[in-house]
C-alpha cells in the first residue's frame, strides 16, 4: 500500500509523535522513509540579511552552523529511528516556504503518504503565521496523517 512515506521534521515533540507513526508505517508495509526538515525562508529573512539568505537558498549554511546543525540533527533522529527498525531512509534538507516545499516534496518522489504532527510551533507564533500542517492539507492530493500531540502517539 505505500512505498513511499515522507515525514517533515522540526524536531519538536509533536513531530517525534508522527516520526514514531511514520516509523512504524513503513516497517509495517515495508516502506521507505524520507526526512524532510524545511529551513523556513521567511522566517530566516526577518533575521537575516538578504546575502546570508541567498547563501541558505543555496545550501551554503556558512555561519548559520546551528541552523544546519538542528536541521541534521532532526533528520538524523528519523534515520536513526529507521535503522533500528531495518527501515531505509533519506534525510532531506530544503528551503523555501514550508508547506511548498513539503507538498513538492511528496509530489517530486512519489511520495504514498505524509506523516506530520498537528503543529510544531507554538503560541503566538504559530497563530500569526498558520499551520504549515493545515497548509500542507490544502496544498497537496497525497493522503496526509496528522498526529496531534494530545493524542500522545
Do not use: C
Request: hydrophobic share 40%.
Amino acid at each position: 500500500m505505500y512505498e513511499r512515506i515522507l515525514v517533515p521534521t522540526d524536531g519538536s515533540a509533536v513531530a517525534e509523535l508522527a516520526v514514531d507513526h511514520a516509523v512504524d508505517l513503513a516497517e509495517r508495509y515495508g516502506a521507505e522513509l524520507h526526512a524532510l526538515y524545511v529551513v523556513d525562508i521567511e522566517a530566516v529573512n526577518l533575521s537575516l540579511g538578504t546575502e546570508q539568505v541567498e547563501r541558505i537558498r543555496q545550501g551554503k549554511f556558512g555561519e548559520m552552523e546551528e541552523l544546519e546543525a538542528k536541521a541534521d540533527e532532526a533528520t538524523g533522529a528519523v534515520a536513526a529511528a529507521a535503522r533500528e527498525r531495518g527501515i531505509e531512509a533519506r534525510e532531506e534538507i530544503r528551503v523555501g516556504r514550508p508547506h511548498r516545499v513539503i507538498s513538492r516534496y511528496a509530489d517530486d518522489e512519489d511520495v504514498d503518504l505524509v506523516v506530520m504532527g498537528s503543529h510544531g510551533r507554538s503560541g503566538v507564533s504559530r497563530a500569526l503565521l498558520g499551520s504549515v500542517t493545515e497548509r500542507v492539507l490544502r496544498s497537496t492530493h497525497r493522503p496526509v496523517l496528522v498526529v496531534d500531540e494530545r493524542d500522545g502517539g
